[in-house]
């Protein structure tokens, strides 16, 4: 829940942006993979002996996403999608707020979860 309560505030998806993995197939989603392990590592690290809690978390919290990748992507039929409002569309809600501050919130919000666990 804390992720699709998450994408209601502003922000920018600035990992898809990246040009890195541009030439390599399904680049997007070798970042998102890249870029996840950067918070996943500290994360399982912080848990210490509690990590399955943390495991499961981390697969509720990425779900809505790979309903994203699978509904947009490879098309798969509306039916079997539970999040429509975030999963069949593309969004960035950046409130017109500079893409700079964006990304920085971003970060801090990441680190204070980390910190907080």
């Known amino acids: 829940m804390s992720h699709l309560l998450l994408d209601l505030l502003p922000h920018y998806a600035w990992v898809v942006y990246l040009d890195w993995f541009k030439p390599l197939p399904f680049h997007w989603l070798i970042q998102d993979a890249v870029f996840g392990l950067v918070v996943a590592i500290p994360a399982f690290i912080f848990a ?40 069949t569309v593309l969004s960035n809600r950046t409130a017109g707020l500079p893409k700079a501050a964006l990304i920085g919130f971003e970060c801090l919000l990441i680190g204070g979860f980390l910190l907080a666990m």
């Open 48 to 87: 210490g002996r509690s990590w399955p809690y943390v495991a499961l978390g981390m697969m509720g919290g990425i779900y809505p996403d790979v309903e994203k990748v699978l509904s947009i992507d490879l098309h798969v039929p509306d039916r079997f999608i539970l999040f429509g409002w975030h999963s």
